[in-house]
């Protein structure tokens, strides 16, 4: 059974920082180059949105709106997908999701496997 966890939401200040972790398991393969993680986004009353992607080749691809304060990355001993969030803002207050796919370069929401979300609120 494929299993997505991710971790490290909470409450932040403006301008300060969170690191997401996405944990997977269960997968054929464990080994992490054989599948895309995407990160995305589903804030107050709006639709579920891309964030970021790291593709199989660790090739990575960011939302507008992120880029340059977002840095997603894997730990492929440790089967884990990281979001690094820098310069918070009150508009990236979501619940951030992480997703795995054994496709490359998707920013859309048809990935195989979901995890349950974890909370970012960014408030002061």
């Known amino acids: 059974q494929v299993q997505l966890v991710e971790s490290g939401g909470g409450l932040v200040q403006p301008g300060g920082s969170l690191r997401l972790s996405c944990a997977v398991s269960?997968?054929?393969?464990?080994?992490?180059?054989?599948?895309?993680i995407g990160w995305f986004r589903q804030g107050p009353g709006k639709g579920r949105e891309f964030v970021a992607y790291?593709?199989?080749?660790?090739?990575?691809f960011y939302a507008d709106s992120v880029k340059g304060r977002f840095a997603i990355s894997r730990d492929s001993a440790r089967h884990t997908a990281f979001l690094q969030m820098n310069s918070l803002k009150a508009e990236d207050t979501a619940v951030y999701y992480c997703a795995a796919d054994r496709s490359d370069y998707k920013t859309s929401l048809d990935y195989d496997y979901w995890g349950q979300g974890t909370q970012v609120t960014v408030s002061s």
């Open positions: 269960g997968l054929r393969s464990l080994r992490s180059d054989d599948y895309a």
């Open positions: 790291i593709a199989r080749t660790n090739e990575s």
